[in-house]
């Protein structure tokens, strides 16, 4: 069974940083792309940043590019999000995710099929 581990947020002023982290069992971890996802309040979940399999690659949406890193290490099946220059305007759940498909790197919420349980990060102004 796949589980995805969230920890590291929490309650930050604005301009401040905090990193994410998301541990993973239960898969062979290094075959998967890996995503970030928030949601807000009252917002759809909306895609943050996507990781290659072998961290060759990552993409952002354009709200965080420039200010979130996506990071992996496959040793510890683990996947991170470094937040800086933190906005209140990202105060939302974040969530780890797994794609379905192997291989593959997609930013489309419909396309993953595992979930972590979410971790709050709160921007305060």
């Known amino acids: 069974q796949v589980q995805l581990v969230e920890s590291g947020g929490g309650l930050v002023q604005a301009g401040g940083s905090l990193r994410l982290s998301c541990t993973a069992s239960g898969m062979t971890f290094s075959s998967y792309s890996m995503g970030w996802f928030r949601q807000g309040p009252g917002k759809e979940r909306e895609f943050v940043a996507t990781?290659?399999?072998?961290?060759?690659?990552?993409e952002y949406a354009d709200s965080v590019k420039g200010r979130f890193t996506i990071s992996r290490d496959n040793a510890k099946n683990t996947v991170y999000l470094q937040m800086n220059s933190l906005k209140p305007e990202d105060t939302a759940v974040y969530y780890c995710?797994?794609?379905?498909?192997?291989?593959?790197?997609?930013?489309?919420?419909?396309?993953?099929?595992?979930w972590g349980q979410g971790t709050q990060v709160t921007v305060s102004s």
């Open positions: 995710a797994k794609p379905t498909a192997l291989l593959t790197m997609t930013k489309l919420v419909n396309q993953y099929d595992y």
């Open positions: 990781i290659h399999w072998r961290g060759a690659y990552t």
